[in-house]
């Protein structure tokens, strides 16, 4: 069976310093892979997707970016942390993009 | 553009009674895909049912079914002999399946659900 690992749980950082998120997802190959963030209280919202190595799609112009190093590892990163960047970021997996997204459990990311 | 409504921010449910929620959707995509997921308070995002636009029928999955009206564009979810445990935000979503589609899933903004003992 598949399943989608994300770290860290949770995470401080003080404003202008450097981030990775990691997620890695076992069981599958080629999955198409993405990262969101969910404000409090919000639905999600989408910030990258991938669809191989190598190839990411960016959804909203921000201070993140995200990397695809690997077929079943995404990384999201930031050179420099605003406090804007404070929130819950869930990584997630499709066999393609007919088929249902799973999540990992989130990081909880909170900028001082 | 795509768009989910869910105008309940907060509903109670009494334990073994059956619950449901409202999801309604535009979008300009002839073709695309109704989900449903539950948030618990820990946070996980958790899949519960898919509605294809073009499914003939509605969807099931245990003690979940998917109310699908396309005429009225929504995908109301239905819990059935409710538990404590499905105490949690339940999250409507939806990604266009068109060939010009990208693989943005919208979300709605939640209905947090409580079951009382």
């Known amino acids: 069976s598949q399943t989608i690992h994300q770290w860290p749980a949770t995470l401080v950082q003080p404003v202008g310093s450097p981030l990775s998120l990691e997620c890695t997802v076992e069981?599958?190959?080629?999955?198409?892979l993405y990262w969101y963030r969910q404000a409090a209280g919000r639905g999600l919202q989408l910030l990258f997707y991938?669809?191989?190595?190598?190839?990411i799609s960016s959804e909203v112009p921000q201070n993140l970016s995200a990397s695809r190093p690997q077929d079943r590892q995404f990384i999201l990163s930031s050179k420099k942390l605003l406090l804007s960047d404070s929130g819950f970021y869930l990584c997630?997996?499709?066999?393609?993009?007919?088929?249902?997204?799973?999540f990992g459990d989130g990081t909880r990311l909170s900028i001082l | 553009a795509q768009k989910i409504t869910q105008t309940q921010p907060g509903m109670f449910v009494q334990e073994k009674e059956a619950v449901t929620l409202d999801c309604t959707y535009d979008?300009?995509?002839?073709?695309?895909?109704l989900f449903w997921y539950k948030q618990p308070s820990s946070g996980e995002m958790i899949f519960l049912i898919y509605?294809?636009?073009?499914?003939?029928q509605n969807a099931t999955e245990g003690r979940y079914s998917l109310n699908f009206q396309k005429a009225r564009k929504s995908a109301n979810l239905v819990i059935s002999a409710s538990q404590l445990g499905d105490s949690a935000m339940y999250f409507c979503?939806?990604?266009?399946?068109?060939?010009?589609?990208?693989?943005?899933?919208?979300f709605g903004k939640g209905t947090l659900l409580t079951v009382n003992p």
């Open positions: 997630a997996w499709a066999r393609d993009k007919t088929q249902p997204q799973h």
């Open positions: 069981g599958t190959s080629n999955p198409n």
């Open positions: 991938s669809v191989g190595i190598g190839q």
């Open positions: 979008t300009s995509d002839p073709s695309y895909g």
């Open positions: 509605q294809g636009s073009y499914d003939q």
């Open positions: 979503a939806m990604r266009g399946l068109s060939g010009g589609s990208n693989y943005k899933l919208t």
